[in-house]
Protein backbone atom coordinates (compact mmCIF):
# COMPACT_ATOMS: atom_id res chain seq x y z
CA UNK A 1 0.00 0.00 0.00
CA UNK A 2 1.70 3.30 -1.12
CA UNK A 3 0.91 6.43 1.47
CA UNK A 4 1.33 10.18 0.44
CA UNK A 5 4.23 11.95 1.37
CA UNK A 6 3.18 13.44 4.66
CA UNK A 7 5.20 16.85 5.42
CA UNK A 8 5.55 18.58 9.15
CA UNK A 9 6.17 21.95 10.45
CA UNK A 10 7.63 22.48 13.70
CA UNK A 11 6.70 25.47 15.27
CA UNK A 12 9.51 27.72 16.55
CA UNK A 13 8.20 29.11 19.94
CA UNK A 14 11.15 31.61 20.36
CA UNK A 15 9.12 35.06 19.56
CA UNK A 16 6.02 34.12 22.16
CA UNK A 17 7.21 31.47 24.56
CA UNK A 18 10.03 33.21 26.70
CA UNK A 19 9.02 35.61 29.24
CA UNK A 20 11.25 36.85 32.02
CA UNK A 21 10.04 38.75 35.03
CA UNK A 22 13.65 39.80 37.11
CA UNK A 23 13.22 40.49 40.79
CA UNK A 24 16.67 41.22 42.11
CA UNK A 25 17.48 42.46 45.03
CA UNK A 26 21.23 42.22 46.81
CA UNK A 27 24.04 40.79 45.52
CA UNK A 28 23.58 40.32 41.68
CA UNK A 29 25.70 36.94 41.28
CA UNK A 30 23.26 35.32 44.18
CA UNK A 31 22.97 31.50 43.66
CA UNK A 32 19.56 30.39 43.20
CA UNK A 33 18.22 27.32 43.38
CA UNK A 34 15.80 26.20 40.24
CA UNK A 35 12.40 24.85 39.89
CA UNK A 36 11.01 23.62 36.99
CA UNK A 37 7.50 22.88 36.46
CA UNK A 38 4.74 22.04 33.48
CA UNK A 39 2.78 24.34 32.75
CA UNK A 40 -0.78 24.69 30.71
CA UNK A 41 -1.25 28.19 31.92
CA UNK A 42 0.60 30.16 29.08
CA UNK A 43 -0.26 33.29 26.29
CA UNK A 44 -1.52 30.82 24.10
CA UNK A 45 -5.56 30.34 23.53
CA UNK A 46 -6.77 27.61 24.84
CA UNK A 47 -9.05 26.84 22.10
CA UNK A 48 -5.97 26.95 19.69
CA UNK A 49 -4.17 24.08 21.04
CA UNK A 50 -3.54 20.88 23.15
CA UNK A 51 -0.96 20.56 25.68
CA UNK A 52 0.77 17.06 25.95
CA UNK A 53 -0.19 14.65 28.40
CA UNK A 54 1.86 11.14 27.99
CA UNK A 55 -1.47 9.18 28.72
CA UNK A 56 -3.25 11.19 26.28
CA UNK A 57 -3.17 10.56 22.21
CA UNK A 58 -4.35 12.77 19.12
CA UNK A 59 -7.19 12.02 17.52
CA UNK A 60 -8.35 13.30 13.67
CA UNK A 61 -11.08 15.77 15.41
CA UNK A 62 -8.00 17.80 16.73
CA UNK A 63 -6.76 18.75 13.40
CA UNK A 64 -9.08 21.50 12.95
CA UNK A 65 -6.46 23.35 9.92
CA UNK A 66 -7.82 23.91 6.61
CA UNK A 67 -6.10 21.35 4.63
CA UNK A 68 -3.95 22.26 1.48
CA UNK A 69 -5.57 20.08 -1.33
CA UNK A 70 -2.71 20.51 -3.83
CA UNK A 71 -0.17 18.77 -3.63
CA UNK A 72 0.85 14.71 -2.50
CA UNK A 73 0.79 15.90 1.56
CA UNK A 74 -1.93 14.02 3.61
CA UNK A 75 -1.23 16.00 7.04
CA UNK A 76 0.41 19.04 8.75
CA UNK A 77 1.44 18.76 12.53
CA UNK A 78 2.47 21.54 14.47
CA UNK A 79 3.76 21.04 17.57
CA UNK A 80 7.00 22.40 19.77
CA UNK A 81 7.61 23.28 23.34
CA UNK A 82 8.29 26.42 25.29
CA UNK A 83 8.98 28.14 28.53
CA UNK A 84 8.06 31.35 31.27
CA UNK A 85 10.48 32.17 33.94
CA UNK A 86 11.05 34.20 36.70
CA UNK A 87 13.83 35.18 39.30
CA UNK A 88 13.01 36.03 42.67
CA UNK A 89 16.55 36.61 44.42
CA UNK A 90 17.50 38.37 47.67
CA UNK A 91 21.16 38.69 48.81
CA UNK A 92 23.19 35.23 48.19
CA UNK A 93 20.05 33.70 47.94
CA UNK A 94 17.30 32.86 45.37
CA UNK A 95 14.71 30.38 43.39
CA UNK A 96 14.29 30.65 39.56
CA UNK A 97 10.92 29.36 38.58
CA UNK A 98 10.79 27.59 35.43
CA UNK A 99 7.30 26.36 33.56
CA UNK A 100 7.81 24.45 30.31
CA UNK A 101 4.81 23.29 27.86
CA UNK A 102 4.80 21.24 25.08
CA UNK A 103 1.54 21.79 22.44
CA UNK A 104 0.05 20.88 19.32
CA UNK A 105 -1.29 23.72 17.45
CA UNK A 106 -4.92 22.61 16.37
CA UNK A 107 -6.14 25.05 13.79
CA UNK A 108 -2.11 24.87 12.20
CA UNK A 109 -2.41 21.57 11.81
CA UNK A 110 -4.70 19.08 9.21
CA UNK A 111 -5.46 16.09 7.32
CA UNK A 112 -7.06 15.77 3.87
CA UNK A 113 -10.50 13.98 4.81
CA UNK A 114 -9.79 11.08 3.02
CA UNK A 115 -6.38 10.42 4.58
CA UNK A 116 -7.59 9.59 7.70
CA UNK A 117 -5.95 6.29 8.55
CA UNK A 118 -4.92 5.40 11.92
CA UNK A 119 -1.46 4.66 10.50
CA UNK A 120 -1.02 7.80 9.41
CA UNK A 121 -2.72 9.48 12.82
CA UNK A 122 0.09 7.07 14.73
CA UNK A 123 2.82 8.90 12.60
CA UNK A 124 1.30 12.19 13.52
CA UNK A 125 1.51 11.33 16.97
CA UNK A 126 5.23 10.49 16.84
CA UNK A 127 5.97 14.14 15.74
CA UNK A 128 4.18 15.69 18.86
CA UNK A 129 5.75 12.58 20.85
CA UNK A 130 9.08 14.13 19.78
CA UNK A 131 8.40 17.65 20.79
CA UNK A 132 7.81 16.39 24.37
CA UNK A 133 11.17 14.45 24.51
CA UNK A 134 12.93 17.28 23.38
CA UNK A 135 10.85 19.52 26.21
CA UNK A 136 12.09 16.60 28.77
CA UNK A 137 15.89 17.14 27.32
CA UNK A 138 15.76 20.79 28.01
CA UNK A 139 13.75 20.53 31.55
CA UNK A 140 17.35 17.73 32.24
CA UNK A 141 19.40 20.28 31.00
CA UNK A 142 18.55 23.24 33.11
CA UNK A 143 18.33 21.38 36.22
CA UNK A 144 21.98 20.80 35.28
CA UNK A 145 22.98 23.87 34.61
CA UNK A 146 24.76 26.27 37.61
CA UNK A 147 22.46 29.26 37.47
CA UNK A 148 22.96 32.49 39.47
CA UNK A 149 21.30 35.94 38.77
CA UNK A 150 22.94 37.24 36.37
CA UNK A 151 23.81 34.31 33.88
CA UNK A 152 20.31 32.31 34.05
CA UNK A 153 18.67 34.69 30.91
CA UNK A 154 22.18 33.93 28.70
CA UNK A 155 22.01 30.41 29.97
CA UNK A 156 18.48 29.21 29.54
CA UNK A 157 18.11 30.90 26.00
CA UNK A 158 21.16 28.79 24.76
CA UNK A 159 19.91 25.69 26.13
CA UNK A 160 16.34 26.53 24.85
CA UNK A 161 17.90 27.24 21.44
CA UNK A 162 20.21 23.95 21.63
CA UNK A 163 16.90 21.74 22.39
CA UNK A 164 15.47 23.23 19.98
CA UNK A 165 17.93 21.56 17.51
CA UNK A 166 17.96 18.16 18.50
CA UNK A 167 14.03 18.64 18.34
CA UNK A 168 14.27 19.49 14.60
CA UNK A 169 17.39 17.03 14.40
CA UNK A 170 15.27 14.05 15.52
CA UNK A 171 12.08 15.31 13.71
CA UNK A 172 13.93 15.17 10.19
CA UNK A 173 15.71 11.81 11.05
CA UNK A 174 12.31 10.68 11.63
CA UNK A 175 10.83 12.04 8.06
CA UNK A 176 13.94 10.59 6.35
CA UNK A 177 14.12 7.39 7.87
CA UNK A 178 10.85 6.40 7.48
CA UNK A 179 10.04 8.27 4.40
CA UNK A 180 7.64 10.33 5.58
CA UNK A 181 5.35 7.33 7.42
CA UNK A 182 6.04 5.42 3.91
CA UNK A 183 8.63 2.81 4.82
CA UNK A 184 6.65 0.67 7.14
CA UNK A 185 9.49 -1.52 8.75
CA UNK A 186 11.47 1.72 9.75
CA UNK A 187 8.17 3.47 10.92
CA UNK A 188 7.97 0.02 13.29
CA UNK A 189 11.80 0.68 14.88
CA UNK A 190 10.55 4.40 15.41
CA UNK A 191 7.62 3.63 17.28
CA UNK A 192 9.61 1.56 19.45
CA UNK A 193 12.48 3.98 20.14
CA UNK A 194 10.27 7.08 20.65
CA UNK A 195 8.21 4.53 23.19
CA UNK A 196 11.04 3.44 24.82
CA UNK A 197 12.27 6.93 24.91
CA UNK A 198 8.83 7.77 26.80
CA UNK A 199 9.18 5.32 28.89
CA UNK A 200 12.15 6.58 30.42
CA UNK A 201 11.09 10.26 30.59
CA UNK A 202 7.90 9.52 32.12
CA UNK A 203 8.60 7.53 35.14
Given amino acids: MTFLLMRKIYLFMKLFSIIFVLLISGNLHAQVRTNVQWTEQTSLSPADVIYYKPASKLVWGDFKGKPVEAGITAAITMSGFGYSASMHASGQ ?111
Fill in 93 to 203: NGQLDIKVYCFFNKNKSWVKPDKKTAYILTHEQRHFDVSYIAAKIFIDKVQGASMNSSNYNTLLSRIYNECIEIMNDMQNDYDEQTNNGQHKQNQEKWNRFIDDKLAIITN
